[in-house]
Structures are given as C-alpha cells and as structure tokens.
C-alpha cells in the first residue's frame, strides 16, 4: 500500500496568515492527490484534486502544488471558516489512502 | 440539491451483521463510481470498497481488511448504494462515509463528494 504522510499534524495561527501543509507518498502518484476539509458533524468537502485543481465553490485562497512524491497545500489569507481538519488521498492505486491529517486552528 | 445521505448505522454485536444505505440525490447515480470510507480516531481514514458506474457493470472492488466479508450493492432505481457487512469485528466500529467518485480530465476517477457518515459500534 502506498503509505501518506502529512505534516505537520497541527498548526495554530492567525487570521490572514499563510498556512501550509505537506504530504509526502511513499511511492510516485504522479499528479493522483486530493485534498479535502472536515469538520466535525459536517460532510468532508473536497478541496483540491490532480494535485492542483480548485473544485468549484472552493475560495481561491487553497492552492495546491506538487507531483511525483511531495505535495502541498497553502492556505493564503486564513479566514475563521478554514479552521478544521485537512487531509490528503491518492489514487494513482488501490487500495486508496490517506494521510494522517492536519488540524489548523484559528 | 446534490448530496449523499448515510443511514443504518447502531450496535452489533462481534460476529454479527449490518446494512448501512447512502441515498443520493441530485445526480445522475449510475454514471457515477460510488465508495464506502471509514473513519476512526486509531486508525484515521480507510477506504474500505467501491461500486462502479453501470458502464463498468457495478463491479465491486474491495480493501483487503473487508474482503470477503464485506458486499457493496446498488439499487439504481432507488439511487442508493448499501454496504452489507457480516462477520463484524470490533475492529470495524467506525463511522463509515458515502462517497462519489467523478472522473477527471486524465480519465482517472477521484473522490469529490462525501456524505456526513453513519456510526456503526461493534461491541458486546
């Protein structure tokens, strides 16, 4: 199975600070990562996909970069709204996987 | 209004079974891959299987720690897809998400649409 590995595991800042957050695959996924939010008792929203594909709705302030093994996410402009739990999933392969996760408090 | 909704979670006991459901709504639901993922505070997120779109024949495909003892099912006409699981461990107790898979531009499908999960506890 490929193994993600994210850091850090929690990050505190402020509002209209830059966040952002690595994840590193153990083997190659080329462009094959998602991003996704969560927040308790709400549904995981997806964020960013193909490493750096905006979903529709999502505020231009997420970006995401990467490829191959090393990837990021950025959070520009920090908002209250953004504080929860950040996660990565690849799916270059099966079974699919996920990073540990990121908790970003505001 | 596009969105997944989970039901069916509760108590079990070890060996025993349960159906939890996903209604979707909002999209067309048989062009669409379909996947089940659990979540715990031990083990993070799992994904545990998927349902292909009726253009792949809903072929199923499944994580090896469910294999066997796992189904995943759909009822297109009723736009709810349902994992059946028997021989629960307590292991499995988690709260399990419905999630859609969309494909991209590569032809790759990814997860972009998730239910809030239904909780299932597996205990004596």
């Known amino acids: 199975d490929i193994q993600m590995t994210q850091s850090p595991s929690s990050v505190s800042a402020s509002v209209g600070d830059t966040v952002t957050i690595t994840c590193r695959a153990s083997?190659?996924?080329?462009?094959?990562l998602n991003w996704f939010q969560r927040k308790p008792g709400k549904a995981p929203k997806s964020l960013i996909y193909?490493?750096?594909n905006l979903q529709n709705g999502v505020p231009s302030r997420f970006s995401g970069s990467g490829s191959g093994t090393d990837f990021t996410l950025t959070i520009r402009s920090l908002q209250p709204e953004d504080s929860g739990f950040y996660y990565c999933?690849?799916?270059?392969?099966?079974?699919?996987?996920f990073g540990g996760g990121t908790k970003v408090e505001i | 209004e596009v969105q997944l909704v989970e039901s069916g979670g509760g108590l079990v006991q070890p060996g025993g079974s349960l159906r939890v459901s996903c209604a979707a709504s909002?999209?067309?639901?048989?062009?669409?891959?379909m996947d089940w993922v659990r979540q715990t505070p031990g083990k993070g997120l799992e994904w545990v299987g998927r349902?292909?779109?009726?253009?792949?024949?809903?072929?199923?495909e499944y994580a090896a720690s469910v294999r066997g003892r796992f189904i995943i099912s759909r009822d297109a006409s009723g736009n709810t897809v349902y994992l059946q699981m028997n021989g629960l461990r307590t292991e499995d107790t988690a709260l399990y998400h419905c999630?859609?898979?969309?494909?991209?531009?590569?032809?790759?499908?990814?997860?972009?649409?998730w239910g809030r999960g239904t909780l299932v506890t597996v205990s004596s």
């Open positions: 999630v859609r898979a969309s494909l991209d531009a590569a032809g790759i499908w990814y997860l972009d649409l």
């Open positions: 349902s292909k779109s009726k253009a792949k024949s809903y072929r199923t």
């Open positions: 083997q190659a996924v080329k462009n094959y």
């Open positions: 909002g999209f067309s639901f048989s062009d669409y891959f």
């Open positions: 193909g490493a750096f």
């Open positions: 999933q690849q799916y270059t392969d099966f079974p699919l996987t």
